[in-house]
């Protein structure tokens, strides 16, 4: 499972890649075409790792910088709000991480 998890992750970066380069190019439909796949293949990566607690969060950390990072480029293509949205996402993410970190501490020390 952990190989095919990894092979997932690789095409995720390639993918997230492709829509950060259309979004510096300010090529605005490609970015927003690849706004989904990226995201489809974050929440399929949460799918497939949902009963190993460990491979979940951070992968659902992942989901959450891509959801902030795809709603500051909808945001500054589309010109919408963001910041409030985009920040929950950063900051769940960032709170998932402290919580993984935390339990692999936890489960050394025991």
């Known amino acids: 499972m952990v190989k095919e998890i990894r ?3 690789s095409i995720l970066i390639f993918l997230w890649i492709i829509k950060d380069s259309c979004w510096m190019m300010d090529w605005k439909v490609t970015a927003t075409i690849m706004f989904f796949p990226v995201l489809i293949m974050a929440i399929f990566i949460c799918f497939k790792t949902r009963k190993d607690v460990l491979f979940l969060i951070p992968n659902m950390a992942v989901l959450c910088w891509l959801s902030a990072n795809s709603l500051w480029m909808l945001g500054e293509f589309y010109e919408f709000k963001y910041l409030v949205m985009a920040l929950f996402f950063f900051i769940t993410g960032a709170l998932l991480i402290f919580y993984y970190l935390f339990l692999i501490f ?5």
């Open 106 to 110: 936890r489960k050394k020390t025991i």
């Open 7 to 9: 092979n997932l992750e």
